[in-house]
Every structure is written in C-alpha cells, then in structure tokens.
C-alpha cells in the first residue's frame, strides 16, 4: 500500500480552540477515508501560533528560522495540505495570511487542499470562498469542491432543517481524500522542454536542427 503524507495547518490563537478541533475532525475524517481506500496515511498537525515569531521574523528578514524551514518543508512535499483558520473581519486571520506569504508561491503547485474556517457565525461561512479559496486558488493548489465552516452553534446536534457538521467534514474529507490518493507529487512543467527562441536562432545561423522539406 502506498503511503500519503498529509499536513493540517491549524491558525488557532488560543488553546484549546475551535479551530484546531475541526482541523482534528478533519483529519480523523481524512485518514479513516484513505485508509478505506487502501493506503498508509502519515499525518501532522502544524499549529501556526508556535511559529508566529519565526514567521514575523522571516517576514522581516527573508529567512525562515529553522523551525518554520521545516515546516514549510512539510508543507511543499505533502501529498495534501487541510487548512483551517479562525475569521476575523470576514477573512481569514493574519498569522494564517502571513505563514502562507512566507511560503515559496511554488509549494503548493497541484497540491491537493482541504479548507476549513471557525469563526462565532454562519454569516461569515462565505469568507472561504471569497478569501480562503481564491488565495489558494493563487498559489495554484487543487482546491476541494467542499469547504467547511464552522459557527458557534455547529458544534451542537443542529435543527434537522440543515447539514450537520460532521455530515460537511464526511463529504469534504471524501473529496479530498479521493484527489490525495490520486496525487502523485509536483506536476512537470509542460514548458520544460520548449526551446527557447533565441537557442532556434542560433541553431538555424550554425545550420543546426535544419527544417525539413
């Protein structure tokens, strides 16, 4: 059986938090869908509020101290990435903008992604698809279809009259799932072999690679 690493960024500020109960939930739902379907799974939980100061200082300086180097390493060779950020000011948090603006804008190149968001409302479940989903979209990930976003209230039973929680954590963990044990590592650069047009010029005047009749 193949073996899938998967990395969960959780940007919860305080401990315990929401947030990082549904990057668990998540992650539980990810793993026992993999498993399922006959892979070894390696999971890591990255909480960015332990790598705040070495992001400002990366910011700052332009180096990433040893701990965010290896997170972020993780990050780029994973085989999916679940995100999960507390909203504020309808968006997602600034340590979480940060640690992904000290990202190299390549690591995440058909990376599959799963994302996911708290905050105290339902009427800031949207901020995943104008903000989480397009800034991913950006770093050019493979975004699940199926975001999930939990509000204070999600965390009970529910009212019957909607999804529940667990029923969008199932669904979105499936989809993901499904693209991670698909995934087969950074996709080539279909320009890779494109000869440049100043290297034709100068095989045409040598009499080089001559085009044929």
């Known amino acids: 059986m193949s073996t899938k690493k998967i990395i969960a960024l959780s940007a919860g500020l305080s401990q315990p938090s929401s947030t990082r109960l549904l990057t668990d939930r998540l992650v539980e739902a990810t793993t026992r ?60 948090s600034g340590l979480f903008k940060s640690f992904v603006d000290v990202m190299d804008h390549k690591a995440l190149t058909g990376t599959p992604v799963l994302i996911g968001a708290t905050g105290g409302t339902a009427r800031h479940s949207l901020a995943l698809e104008y903000a989480v989903r397009p ?41 993901f799932a499904e693209l991670v044990a698909r995934h087969e590592g950074a996709l080539d650069d279909p320009f890779a072999a494109v000869v440049p ?16 009749p």
Do not use: C, N
């Not at 070495?54 to 679940?82: H, N, Q, R, W, Y």
């Not at 100068?202 to 085009?211: E, F, H, T, W």
């Open 197 to 212: 047009f100043d290297e034709q010029l100068r095989r045409l005047a040598v009499g080089g690679d001559d085009p044929q």
């Open 135 to 175: 800034l991913f979209a950006y770093l050019q990930a493979v975004v699940v279809p199926t975001s999930v976003f939990a509000a204070s209230e999600d965390w009970g039973e529910g009212d019957g009259t909607s999804t529940t929680l667990p029923e969008r954590v199932t669904r979105a963990a499936g989809e």
């Open 33 to 92: 869908d993999l498993v399922g379907r006959g892979s070894f799974v390696e999971v890591e939980v990255v909480e960015l509020r332990d790598l705040a100061h070495e992001v400002t200082d990366a910011m700052l300086t332009g180096f990433a101290p040893p701990a965010l180097a290896e997170a972020l390493e993780k990050v780029s060779s994973a085989d999916g990435v679940i995100a999960v950020t507390p909203v504020f000011s309808s968006s997602y």
